[in-house]
């Protein structure tokens, strides 16, 4: 399948390093986009809202800097990578000068962690879905698997928004993540 990569929430770019390997080695030709605030997590209202504090603000910062240094490290090609830095809720736009040449995309990587920073991930990556298109989603069963937080919550509204897609779930990302992949509804 045609597409590149998409990693929203790459920290220190081990899952990154891993993507970009699995694709050398098969040959695929694509673009890999890091989307990161690169200052860690948000503020969230994810704990009031569920009664259990998963994560914190600032949770899981590390500067893009870094990151560059951590992925080129690990044999990552730099001419291949777009960083993409800043809240999701302020960079995931289409006019962003930095996602411009984003083509459709062939695996979404969401380590987004938060309800809140899952929503404007799922708005922005729906023009890029296409029959195929493989999303994990990190988190899937944080909030001790809560269907009514995190990543589960946002990712159900948004399905429930969008009727032209189906999600086939394929398989667990070890204890904490869920693989699914995405198909247009018949007639849509």
């Known amino acids: 399948m045609q597409g590149d990569y998409l990693e929203f929430g790459v920290w220190e770019g081990r899952t990154f390093s891993a993507a970009y390997h699995f694709a050398a080695e098969r040959g695929l030709s694509m673009s890999f986009y890091a989307f990161d605030s690169f200052d860690g997590l948000p503020v969230t209202a994810e704990a009031s809202r569920t009664g ?3 994560f914190e603000q600032g949770e899981f910062s590390c500067a893009e800097k ?3 240094t ?3 490290r690990n044999g990552v090609d730099l001419s291949k990578v777009v960083t993409v830095p800043g ?3 302020e960079t995931l736009r289409p006019e962003n000068p930095q996602v411009a040449k984003l083509r459709n995309a062939a695996v979404i990587w969401i380590d987004c962690d938060l309800y809140e920073s ?3 991930v799922l708005r922005f990556i729906t023009p890029y879905l296409q029959p195929g298109t493989v999303v994990v989603f990190d988190d899937w069963y944080c909030y001790r ?3 009514q937080a995190g990543e589960q919550l946002a990712f159900r509204e948004w399905l429930a928004a969008h009727p032209e897609f189906i999600a ?3 398989s667990n990302i ?3 993540g869920a693989m699914i992949i995405i198909q247009r509804s018949s007639g849509k």
């Open 52 to 54: 259990f504090a998963q």
């Open 66 to 68: 870094d990151f560059l």
């Open 70 to 72: 951590n992925i080129r």
């Open 87 to 89: 809240w999701f809720s």
């Open 118 to 120: 899952t929503v404007p």
């Open 145 to 147: 698997a809560d269907p």
């Open 168 to 170: 086939i779930q394929h």
């Open 174 to 176: 070890s204890w904490h």
